[in-house]
């Protein structure tokens, strides 16, 4: 069996960024060393301008209908098993 050196730098990113749609189809967005690093990212993809309109100059009430928000989902990386 073949290590490469990329198995020490997955093993230190043990938290998993996903984006999941109405569909419950879900993304992997990325993978981070914390969860507050995930948590931090997440917040930044779903800030109060994207919810309050805001963006647009518009408050939440005159804002236009939009589409679905996005869930964004925070993971531990489940280990894999060895390969035979």
């Known amino acids: 069996m073949h290590e490469g050196g ?3 730098v997955t093993s230190e990113l043990g938290w998993v960024l996903i984006r999941q749609d ?3 189809n879900r993304y992997r967005v990325g993978r981070y060393a914390t969860r507050a690093e995930a948590e ?3 917040g ?3 800030g109060p301008a994207a ?3 805001a963006a647009t100059g518009q408050s939440a009430e005159q804002a236009p209908e939009q589409a679905p928000e996005r869930i964004y989902v925070i993971e531990p ?3 894999r098993p060895a390969d035979s």
């Open 40 to 42: 931090r990212v997440a």
């Open 44 to 46: 930044t993809l779903v």
């Open 77 to 79: 990386v489940s280990p």
């Open 6 to 8: 990329g198995g020490a």
């Open 51 to 53: 919810r309050s309109g």
């Open 22 to 24: 109405e569909g419950g």
